[in-house]
């Protein structure tokens, strides 16, 4: 990946995007820390795909959705029953 800063890749961004596109992911930085990456539309897609699952995909999967903490039994005070009368 080739550093392009902000200045270069402002005036520069047909260039920018084409060694993209020919070579991959570009980095565009900001006075000398890295700000954004520019990345070819496919490769966007892929890694938008590989992050979120779909809906088929998460209720069929046998890896929990997420943590549920649940209190201990006896741990909570419970209402007293109505009384009926």
């Given at each position: 990946m080739k550093d392009w800063p902000v200045h270069a890749?402002?005036?520069r961004f047909s260039e920018l995007l084409d060694?993209?596109?020919r070579e991959g992911p570009q980095v565009v930085t900001r006075r000398?820390?890295?700000a954004a990456v520019l990345v070819p539309a496919e490769a966007w897609r892929k890694l938008q795909g590989a992050t979120r699952p779909?809906?088929?995909q998460l209720l069929l999967a046998?890896?929990?959705r997420g943590d549920?903490?649940?209190p201990a039994r006896g741990s909570k005070?419970?209402?007293p029953p109505p009384?009926?009368?």
């Open positions: 890749a402002k005036a060694t993209c596109l000398g820390e890295e779909s809906l088929k046998d890896a929990g549920l903490e649940l005070k419970r209402r009384s009926l009368g």
